[in-house]
């Protein structure tokens, strides 16, 4: 969900009965038309994720709200994106509180103007992440030997527009 003020993003899960599951994992070549079926669902509330910038100064409110995230399931990451930085958390299951607890691991700055309005992210990997913003540009993050993720190639619009001008020819 989106932080407004503060910092603090509610992270909520859609709930899939277990009836239903079979109908929402359906393959390719499947038939089904999800889009008649409607039916109302309470998203629950997972927990409240601290996104904020960590810095001596005043928070910025509009640069801490969340653009994206995605959670890679086999590596228990969840990365999420706001217009100042990429924050990775690590899902660590709580015996005491049968919870996975989320542990902030690592905040890569964005500075504008370079990566200008992040929209969207995906993980290729447990160890790659995509980035893209509203200008169309595409970063590829990718974990350095030491664990930290940092942005390895940069593709521009105008690149990927040249790229596409000359596929089409």
């Not at 038939?31 to 810095?55: A, Y």
């Not at 015996?95 to 902030?104: A, F, M």
Request: net charge positive; hydrophobic share 35%; aromatic share 10%.
């Amino acid at each position: 969900a989106k932080c407004f003020w503060g910092g603090k993003a509610p992270l909520y899960r859609v709930p899939i009965p277990k009836k239903h599951l079979k109908n929402a994992l359906l393959s390719q070549e499947s038939t089904h038309d999800l889009s008649t079926r409607t039916q109302n669902i309470v998203l629950d509330h997972v927990t409240t994720l601290d996104v904020g910038v960590k810095t001596n100064q005043a928070r910025t409110p509009f640069k801490d709200r969340v653009t994206a995230a995605d959670y890679h399931s086999e590596s228990s990451q969840l990365a999420v994106l706001t217009y100042s930085g990429l924050i990775i958390f690590k899902g660590v299951y709580d015996q005491k509180t049968d919870q996975l607890i989320w542990e902030r691991k690592q905040r890569v700055a964005l500075k504008s103007p370079f990566y200008r309005q992040v929209e969207a992210l995906t993980w290729v990997n447990s160890r790659k992440i995509l980035i893209g913003n509203e200008q169309r540009d595409l970063f590829f993050f990718t974990k350095d030997t030491m664990g930290k993720f940092v942005n390895k190639a940069s593709l521009h619009s105008s690149l990927l527009l040249i790229n596409h001008h000359m596929q089409s020819r």
